[in-house]
């Protein structure tokens, strides 16, 4: 019989990740690698498992997998906590509220902004010279 599992999709910048939740036995695994190996800055992991713990669960009873692609590191830290969020709320509705009210649901939509004809960045103009 296949494994339930929950999925969710998370989105930051220019990154997307694909969660899936189900109960195990505590791993956590990002494109095929142990979550603490892939992220490997300093509160990067807790910030991922934060919508875990604003829920009541226990990490260690749940197995998560990661696909993410594109970006950098803040954006896919970002997108895969919001996709745990998301799968979380399939695995038990009931738990929308308090992620909600925690803003582990809201969707960063800021993303970087393109570059103008004649500026050297988004808003960044040439220096001024009067003659």
Partial sequence: MAVQYYEGIGRRKESTARVRVMSGSGR?????KPGAEYFTR???LEAIMAPIQAAGENPEALDITVVVRGGGVTGQ?????LGVARALIKMNPDLQPVLRKAGFLTRDARVKERK???LKRARKAPTY???
Avoid: Q
């Fill in 28 to 32: 956590f695994i990002v494109n095929e």
């Fill in 116 to 118: 103008k004809p004649g």
């Fill in 77 to 81: 830290k970002d997108a895969v906590k």
């Fill in 42 to 44: 300093l509160g990067d």
């Fill in 129 to 131: 010279t009067k003659r």
